[in-house]
């Protein structure tokens, strides 16, 4: 053991014992704040800067403080056993006796090794935090970046640490301790606050609740605002109330319409009823960009949300090679029918072979007009298929056959390519029929009439840099929502590291899938409205260089999407 160590060490106790304890750790209840910095010699206590005989060093990645300082400012006794020859510390649940000449270090009489836990550095014991902590119940955040750490203490009461009513209770339940604080002193107008938790429970039970006043993510009028945060503990105990007072400037930094556009995650929803934004949206420019609408594939739509009121034939349609089959029916009838999409190979000699690719289905239920979105998430979710179907010259196969009971719904997408020539029907029958199907003009009588339209996929390319995109624009589909069934989009956006992406139901209900980048984006519960407001898509994540998304509305929506582009600027 060095023995100037000690020396200094027993000096500067002895001079500890004389001094007085800070009154602000004393009072009951009272709260204090310390922060210090790693190798600086002065530190801040309850804002107000101080100086250090010794600084708080990081060794190891941990952070260790001079215990003597921090005892000082927790009014805490520190006093040197010359018997012993030991540092003891009374904590508020150990008693901490460090021994210098063994190089062990005791808590309640259990040893372990000194280097453990703290190191001589100058004369000084400086001790690791995480490991004291839980001792000098005292809360911390530690920023490796820059060297920094934040301790929070408040001093117990009675009331806060005593619930039971009992004298002979030795081991009385405890309030949790609601403690909070702000990571910058003042703010400017529209600035997001950030509010650190610092709460913790002296039982440890938890706290799986949070009671927020006033603890708004921004404010956008200069002033003082009060917050204040209580927590509850698992034993139902909740914590007497911390409030904190939050500074703002008068000093511009985000508006109210712009503060979402810049913090709101992707999946969230933007709502803004300010008539000066719906003028900018609703002047909005096209969004520059090349739409490519691809006929390699048509789409064959058996209905929307249609009705069957009779059995028979609801459409035909011929195809030869990539088709996309919509199907969206309920059984409106009294009794159980069965629909089915087939084929027909109408050519006398060739057998013709159908590879069935991709498919998203609602199997029939009674609440299909709430959940037709099963349909598209599995069509875009699914691994792609490799069944196929051969059908011999002049017969007839099926593609898709389903039971429904009376009220019952369903929703299909399939994706087929034949190798020539073929006829798709949509055919109702009752379920008591069993006969081999037939081609489709066997079939009538349902009255409704299949349409085809091609596009069943769209694609969209454009710059939304800061050069490309210099103000608010959006793009809508020019073909209504009603209109494009089936159809899948997908937008290659490049330099999107300055842009927010979303859209909107433009009028009406619309739900579906989104997939960015590969990953699936749930949208809210329900679906959205033309009065929900605007969902976030994508939000920049640093300097990629291109975000792809892709897009494929429910059976049943009633609204365009329109896409919206919102560029951010740089000074934000």
């Keep these: 053991m060095n023995k100037k160590h000690l020396l200094s060490l027993t000096l500067i106790l002895a001079l500890l014992a004389a001094r007085e304890h800070p009154a602000s750790a004393q009072v009951s209840g009272t709260k204090l704040h310390l922060q210090l910095q790693d190798e600086q010699l002065s530190a801040a206590v309850n804002g107000s800067a101080v100086s250090l005989e010794t600084a708080a060093r990081i060794v190891d990645g941990s952070f260790y403080i001079p215990v003597r300082w921090a005892a000082q400012q927790l009014g805490l006794e520190l006093k040197w056993n010359e018997e012993r020859r030991t540092a003891g510390l009374t904590t508020p649940s150990a008693y901490l006796e460090w021994d210098l000449v063994r190089q062990t270090v005791r808590v309640n009489g259990a040893s372990m090794p000194l280097k453990e836990t703290a190191f001589i550095s100058d004369g000084a014991l400086l001790v690791k935090l995480s490991w004291i902590a839980p001792y000098l119940q005292v809360q911390y955040a530690f920023q490796p970046d820059p060297g920094r750490v934040d301790i929070v203490y408040v001093q117990p009461t009675d009331t806060a640490y005593r619930e039971s009513g009992y004298s002979e209770d030795t081991l009385p339940n405890s309030r949790p301790i609601a403690v909070f604080t702000t990571d910058k002193p003042s703010y400017r107008l529209g600035e997001p606050v950030s509010y650190i938790d610092l709460s913790y429970d002296p039982d440890a039970e938890g706290l799986p609740e949070y009671r927020w006043t006033g603890n708004q993510p921004a404010f956008f009028e200069p002033g003082i605002y009060s917050v204040t945060l209580q927590v509850r503990d698992g034993n139902g105990n909740w914590s007497e109330p911390a409030v904190q007072s939050v500074k703002v400037i008068d000093e511009p930094y985000l508006s109210a319409s712009e503060f979402p556009w810049y913090t709101r995650p992707a999946g969230s929803v933007i709502k803004d009823e300010a008539e000066q934004w719906n003028r900018a949206l609703s002047g909005a420019p096209q969004l520059p960009a090349m739409v490519t609408k691809s006929t390699e594939r048509k789409r064959i739509i058996s209905g929307e949300s249609q009705i069957i009121r009779n059995p028979g034939l609801i459409g035909k349609q011929s195809v030869n090679g990539k088709a996309r089959l919509f199907m969206h029916h309920s059984n409106g009838m009294e009794e159980k029918v069965q629909f089915a999409a087939v084929i027909h190979n109408p050519d006398p000699s060739q057998t013709r072979t159908v590879h069935i690719t991709r498919e998203g289905l609602l199997q029939p239920t009674l609440l299909h007009r709430a959940n037709t979105k099963e349909a598209a998430v599995n069509y875009m979710t699914q691994p792609a298929l490799k069944e196929s179907i051969e059908v011999k010259p002049g017969e007839t196969a099926v593609l898709k056959q389903v039971a429904l009971e009376p009220g019952q719904g369903f929703a299909a997408i399939q994706d087929i390519e034949a190798d020539g020539l073929a006829e798709i029907s949509f055919v109702v029958m009752k379920a008591d029929k069993t006969e081999?199907?037939?081609?489709?003009?066997?079939?009538?009588?349902?009255?409704?009439?299949?349409?085809?339209?091609?596009?069943?996929?769209?694609?969209?390319?454009?710059?939304?840099?800061?050069?490309?995109?210099?103000?608010?624009?959006?793009?809508?589909?020019?073909?209504?929502?009603?209109?494009?069934?089936?159809?899948?989009?997908?937008?290659?956006?490049?330099?999107?590291?300055?842009?927010?992406?979303?859209?909107?139901?433009?009028?009406?209900?619309?739900?579906?899938?989104?997939?960015?980048?590969?990953?699936?984006?749930?949208?809210?519960?329900?679906?959205?409205?033309?009065?929900?407001?605007?969902?976030?898509?994508?939000?920049?994540?640093?300097?990629?260089?291109?975000?792809?998304?892709?897009?494929?509305?429910?059976?049943?929506?009633?609204s365009p999407v329109e896409w919206i582009f919102y560029p951010l600027k740089d000074n934000k």
Excluded at 530 to 544: K, L, S
């Design 436 to 558: 081999t199907m037939q081609p489709y003009d066997s079939y009538f009588g349902a009255g409704a009439v299949g349409t085809v339209n091609d596009a069943a996929d769209i694609r969209l390319d454009a710059d939304i840099d800061g050069k490309s995109l210099p103000v608010l624009s959006k793009w809508t589909p020019d073909t209504p929502q009603t209109s494009n069934r089936g159809t899948v989009y997908s937008l290659y956006l490049y330099q999107p590291h300055q842009a927010v992406i979303a859209f909107r139901a433009k009028d009406g209900y619309v739900d579906g899938i989104l997939k960015v980048n590969g990953r699936v984006l749930a949208l809210p519960q329900g679906g959205l409205t033309d009065q929900d407001g605007i969902f976030v898509v994508y939000r920049p994540e640093g300097r990629e260089s291109e975000v792809h998304i892709e897009w494929l509305a429910a059976p049943g929506s009633t």
